[in-house]
């Protein structure tokens, strides 16, 4: 037995303890039995005449020769799955499957709750897996089927990917209900530069316009905090904290909490959020649909 005769099964399994690292993640994520997964490792193993994966207490870790093997055998299942799927017609209302999609935290506060609400309505049977993409190679995380699609402020990156454009969005300043500043016409570039700024560190959006602004005024703002997205009600209901952010983002805290929401006291610059997708899945049918939920839910969120 060598390399050309093994099965595609063989192969699937392969590829599956390569990601996980761990017979029982592989066995779950390909609903096999651990012995029944075991054992096809052991085929494996007596057909490539190597050990392909030895077990350490950090995992299962790949020999040279499983490293080498990995990046072709991926290539080869996704090439597979690619034609499978775009020969297999998708029926929303009966469909079972499984999308992971990449958010950065605008996307998820923004996009992803209205998009969950239409799938569910729309498709039962889906599930849409959304996963920060915070640091991650969006790229490799694509080219190795990994994600499904990206939303985000990302533009693709090469050839191999195709992007479209959702949302335009403006900056606004969000503060507490009762906020000195919420009255109308209180907010100027003096008392922007006055009151204490909450910094949003982990929303991906860049203010420093709004210091550049402030800095033609030869004035500055004082940043008294800085905290991530999922702090940002709690820092400003309990404080005279105002924070620069966008305004989708804005309007959908002030939904949730007694926040309210102002416009800048200049002319605000403009965000940009994009979808992403590698071109091979372009014309899967499945994933036409999840990219056209998603510019449905966009469009009719302004």
């Known amino acids: 037995m060598n390399l050309r005769s ?51 207490p950090e995992g299962m870790v790949p020999t040279p020769k499983a490293e080498d093997l990995a990046d072709g055998i991926r290539a080869a299942l996704d090439s597979i799955r690619t034609v499978l799927d775009a020969a297999e017609p998708f029926v929303p209302a009966t469909a079972e499957r499984h999308f992971a999609i990449a958010v950065n935290n605008y996307a998820a506060l923004v996009l992803a709750p209205p998009l969950a609400a239409a799938a569910g309505a729309e498709a039962p049977g889906v599930l849409l897996d959304f996963r920060p993409s ?21 533009a693709a990156p090469g050839d191999r990917f195709a992007d479209l454009r959702l949302l335009h969005d403006r900056f606004v300043v969000l503060m507490r209900r009762g906020h000195p500043a919420a009255a109308p016409g209180a907010l100027t570039l003096a008392t922007l530069a006055d009151f204490p700024h909450l910094i949003v560190s982990s929303s991906g959006e860049a203010v420093e316009f709004v210091d550049e602004k402030l800095a033609e005024a030869n004035l500055s703002r004082c940043i ?47 965000m940009t959020t994009a979808m992403l997708w590698h071109r091979r899945v372009g014309n899967v049918p499945a994933h036409r649909w999840l990219r056209d939920l998603v510019v449905r839910v966009a469009r009719a969120g302004g």
């Open 134 to 154: 915070g640091t991650l190679d969006l790229s490799d995380q694509l080219d190795r089927g990994e994600f499904d699609l990206a939303l985000g402020g990302t």
């Open 6 to 56: 093994l099965d595609l099964n063989l192969l699937v399994v392969f590829d599956a303890v390569m990601q996980d690292r761990s017979v029982t993640k592989a066995a779950g994520r390909l609903n096999m039995a651990q012995p029944a997964l075991s054992h096809a490792l052991t085929r494996l193993r007596q057909a490539l005449q190597d050990e392909l994966f030895v077990r350490t």
């Open 224 to 270: 008294t905090l800085r905290a991530p997205l999922l702090a940002t009600s709690a820092a400003l209901l309990q404080s005279d904290m105002i924070a620069v952010i966008s305004e989708r983002s804005a309007r959908e805290f002030s939904r949730l909490a007694s926040l309210a929401v102002q416009p800048l006291p200049f002319a605000s610059p403009h």
